[in-house]
């Protein structure tokens, strides 16, 4: 590694979330609507009916569970955008936004995971769309260009776009992503989710150095992607 990319390591700032509620709010609909079947049950006495809710209920919770994370910030540094397992490293073309060959970077996120996605740098978005009509079990190769995806470019202050998809699997049917072109994001910042099971990609221009390989797992705002 060469002395810049030293200097910028040494730039990364770990820094404790602060209160935050502890679950994801793009989850607080069906949450609601588990609490509300599940006391009218007991409120009738139909307690096989109010133990469906209750199990309902706390699968929602359990999925959209968000904790707190100890951030892992700085300019040099890509963060991983999502909980998961590193399936795929590898170069690619990328022709839509960063037009240019880049480092590409596969999570896939399993309906255990912890599904709340966040910004890899900090920059403005310069490009946002959705594509893809399928929805293929999210770890098969072929799902990266045929299934739901939305995808979410960003610019940063020195210049360099990196791009984020998010990608729906076999079970998931929804992907939240809430920044809008022009919005500036800081790093580590939330974005959105996909609800049950699915896979975060990022698209990392040169110069970089990869660090994760396949088989890794790695935690949302925590787990350095890569360094510049």
């Known amino acids: 590694m060469d002395n810049t990319c030293s200097e910028k390591t040494e730039a990364i700032i770990e820094t404790r979330e602060g209160?935050?509620?502890p679950f994801a709010?793009?989850?607080?609909?069906?949450?609601?609507?588990?609490?509300?079947?599940?006391?009218?049950?007991f409120f009738l006495k139909l307690y096989g009916f109010a133990g469906i809710f209750?199990?309902?209920?706390?699968?929602?919770?359990?999925?959209?569970?968000?904790?707190?994370?100890?951030?892992?910030l700085g300019p040099g540094i890509i963060i991983s955008p999502a909980d998961g397992k590193i399936i795929e490293v590898s170069r690619v073309r990328e022709d839509n936004f960063l037009k240019a060959e880049v480092n590409w970077v596969v999570i896939f996120m399993s309906p255990l995971n912890v599904h709340v996605n966040r910004a890899p740098v900090t920059g403005r978005v310069f490009g946002k769309e959705k594509s893809g009509r399928s929805y293929l079990v999210a770890s098969r190769p072929e799902a990266a260009n045929r299934n739901v995806q939305v995808s979410l470019a960003l610019r940063m202050e020195n210049g360099r776009g990196v791009l984020m998809k998010q990608i729906v699997g076999a079970v998931a049917r929804r992907i939240v992503c809430h920044p809008r072109v022009d919005d500036n994001l800081r790093q580590g910042e939330r974005i959105g989710l996909i609800r049950f099971g699915s896979r975060v990609e990022i698209f990392l221009p040169d110069p970089v150095r990869i660090k994760v390989r396949p088989g890794d797992v790695v935690r949302g705002g925590e787990t350095i992607i890569g360094e510049w």
Do not use: N, Q, W
Not at 25 to 41: D, N, S, W
Not at 54 to 72: A, E, G, H, N, V
């Open 19 to 21: 209160f935050h509620f």
């Open 54 to 72: 209750l199990l309902f209920t706390l699968f929602s919770l359990y999925f959209f569970r968000d904790p707190r994370r100890s951030l892992k």
């Open 25 to 41: 709010r793009e989850g607080f609909f069906l949450i609601g609507i588990g609490l509300a079947g599940m006391v009218f049950g």
